[in-house]
């Protein structure tokens, strides 16, 4: 007879579960956790309020047990998230979310950006779009990350898209508002070539505000590219510089983050051969530039 004592040092298992965002049978998805000082929540889409999509964010205790819904959405229209980081708590406790809102009309679309606040429970306080109010609705407002400022107002990016000759183009955007969703100002970027469209932002050192972006060019399907940009502005929004982060083939579009220096820091998947619409040849890739666009270092993985 043998005994053999064994000690083992481990990661702590709290909880792995998988969760309907809402109580339709369909696909959802999240790109949003928050953790609040007693749960987590959840900031997703659904698609199983009669096919449209909604808004849903699912709260959960520190267990991982479901604790509180709350949905935006209708029965008529789609409702739909941004990305990651478009769910935010604010400096006096409630909570803001960015995406957008799309009636679908005779001969395209009507997209309104979408700004909502929460209390502390995550009831809606209000809802705001941002957009055309009456047809033709030839303009397109899509809303995808949000940030708050040193003056604690919001500043929104996404895309502005103009539609002519049955084509929709599309400008990077960034809106400002006050913490009651009253507009200051707003910019469309029409000073860059191809479809340049938001996907991050955020409060730079200096005052002003950096987008993370995505610049696209049309063609055939093995000339198509795209290339991860960080666009900088002042603190009201006009355009000061942009820099191009990617290379000759496809990239992916820039999220941004500040280094704890206070620099930039710019996340993308660099690709090294041309794949369109597949991640097979991209590498993560990092860079950090300082509030003039001077690239610190730059470094690519795998």
Known sequence: LTLLPVVVSAQTYYFNNRYELTPYQSWDFASTILQCPEKYVIYGESGGNFGWRTIVLKQLDLDGIEAGITMIGDTLSEWSIGYPGSLLKSPNGTYFSTGFHRNYTTNWVHDRGLLCKFDENFDTLWTKEYGEKAAP?????IFRN??????????????????ST??????????????????????????????????????????????????????????????????????????????????????????????????????CTYAVLNNPGSDSYKSPQVTKLDNNGSIIWERRYL
């Not at 949000?146 to 539609?163: H, K, L, P, V």
Request: hydrophobic letters at 30%; a negative charge; aromatic letters at 14%.
């Open 166 to 267: 049955g084509i929709m183009n599309a400008h990077a955007y960034l809106l400002k508002t006050d913490t009651s969703g009253n507009k200051l100002w707003e910019h469309v970027y029409t000073n860059l070539p191809g479809d340049v469209q938001g996907y991050s932002v955020i409060s730079t050192t200096d005052g002003g505000y950096a987008i993370g972006a995505f610049q696209y060019y049309n063609g055939l399907h093995s000339d198509e590219t795209g290339d991860p940009l960080v666009i900088k502005t002042d603190s009201l929004g006009n355009f000061e510089w942009v820099r191009n982060l990617g290379g000759g083939y496809s990239d992916s579009h820039d999220m941004l983050s500040l280094s704890n220096d206070g620099n930039i820091l710019a996340y």
């Open 146 to 163: 949000i940030c708050f400022d040193e003056s604690n107002g919001i500043a929104i990016t996404g895309s502005w898209g103009e539609y």
């Open 137 to 141: 609705f030839d303009t397109s407002y």
